[in-house]
């Protein structure tokens, strides 16, 4: 890892020798650039709920999330996502239920995680009858 001295005023007129390695030259850059990710602003849409169900049916279809659909339909630009996910919200309570249900420790959270991930994966791949 490379070091470099940077002398900055440290209160009045005392100056000071920090020693900043490139790692953390690196972390600056990375702020620099979510400082133009946080200038994005989240707008919200009050459509109908059959609106919504088609927004998200075309958005399955096309492999796209809801708003990515939406930007693609707006003709703003999207990515596709690298390593697409589903997310939930867990509480303590909830991971309280699951390792009852899994017979698993609570502490084991990521045991707990992988049994649901499976749970979710047989129920919807399972033929409808």
Known sequence: MRRCSQIVLNGANNLKRITVTKKANKKRELFSSEKKAIKATQVAFDISTEAQKRLKLKAIHNDLSPSDQMRAILGLPCKKPVRPRLTIS??????????EKYA?????????KEKAAQTIIDDVMKEDK
Do not use: R
Request: aromatic share 6%; charged share 35%.
């Open 90 to 99: 867990l509480s303590e309570e909830d991971y309280i239920l699951l390792a």
């Open 104 to 112: 698993v420790n609570l502490e084991d959270k990521l045991k707990i």
